[in-house]
DNA sequence: GTCTATAAGCAGATAGAC
DNA sequence: GTCTATCTGCTTATAGAC
């Protein structure tokens, strides 16, 4: 009974890598063995149901460290005034995305023939980011049915930013978005535009 | 010597259905040929470089729509005001896009293994559209490089809302944005929320 | 738990008749 | 300009040895 050639955490950070660089389509057997290091036989004796299980755990996985760099910051300090948990979590953003550089899978498997396959737990990824701000802007006073509104635009401003990085190679306007969020998210209408 | 069957305008908007439909690695060959009534040989008899041609005539082809639909209005009546021509703009974005129900071909066409591929013309596409926009500002006395950043923002937003309506079912916020687009170019710190 | 070998199917692409 | 038939390679997935 051989040891594992790596341990489960790290297959799974190395197959988040391939399923953030080549999509989920892209995300061949071929590739995904050859970055972590195991056979074919060996990924299917992780992953049973092969690639959509694959894909399913690299969300999963992926989340966790969302949970930890962008919405925990987010909650944990519930003390802490509102506009330093949002700059928190905007350098957890930063961090998440490697400053634009990656892409996100949200958006990755919500688009194509893998759209349908990971509608919910992608939807219910999003809808808990989106909560997640809409609470903290809630505690600054903001009407609920408003702080949903901004917090649905603030994210769909860094999917578009994340978007426009990729499509036009540069990551200024993602992090330009990333600078302003917090005044932007508290109070839109004084927002400077540096 | 038959006649073709369809125009080729015809078979080329039933090319950009598959592609937005199914994305670029989704867009087999066996689903173009259904979705044209076209032979695969056909397909070759057009596109000699198979689905590399055909995702580039794709992209101009889409391009021409989109120029039609969404920079004539914001140049044409230069003699307009600057916002009756962002107005004009975001109705005609609701249309290339199905109101968020169809996604932009550029997104699609950036990511994944396509990304590399297709850069060029996806990048000047984009760079075109955020010109254009900056343009129509800057004729209202804005400041160049401030113009430009409001562009990007603004096409960053829509791709993003773009994303949004795919990931979570709703075109909402979609619709919400394009709504308040020409304030929010024109004048972002008087913009209502509605 | 990992491997080699292999199956079965579909991808993109081509040849050549009509 | 369209077709049928075919080729090659790569895809996911499985079987079974160690």
């Known amino acids: 009974m051989p040891a594992a050639l790596l341990p489960k955490h790290e297959v799974l950070d190395r197959l988040v890598g391939v399923f953030r660089t080549h999509g989920y389509e892209g995300a061949t057997l ?3 063995s ?3 290091g195991l056979g074919r036989a060996s990924l299917y004796h992780y992953f049973p149901n092969g690639k959509d299980d694959m894909a399913r755990a690299v969300l999963v996985h992926a989340g966790h460290d969302f949970e930890r760099l962008v919405l925990a910051p987010l909650q944990d300090g519930a003390a802490q005034p509102s506009r330093d948990r949002l700059v928190a979590m905007a350098d ?3 961090e998440f995305y490697a400053a634009g550089t990656q892409p996100c ?3 990755l498997l919500s688009s194509g023939d893998a759209g349908p396959v990971f509608a919910e737990p ?3 990824a999003l809808a808990r980011w989106i ?3 809409a609470d903290t802007l809630a505690a600054t006073g903001v009407e609920r049915s408003l702080a949903l509104r901004r917090a649905e635009d603030a994210v769909g401003g860094i999917q578009g930013a994340l978007i426009l ?3 036009s190679g540069s990551t200024a306007p993602f992090r330009r978005l990333l ?3 917090p005044d932007r998210l508290l109070n839109p209408k004084h927002h400077s535009e540096g």
């Open 30 to 32: 071929a590739r995904l």
């Open 34 to 36: 050859k970055a972590t």
């Open 92 to 94: 957890g953003l930063a």
């Open 105 to 107: 899978l949200l958006a």
């Open 122 to 124: 992608v939807g219910d």
């Open 131 to 133: 909560g997640c701000i």
């Open 165 to 167: 990085a990729r499509a």
């Open 179 to 181: 600078d302003g969020l």
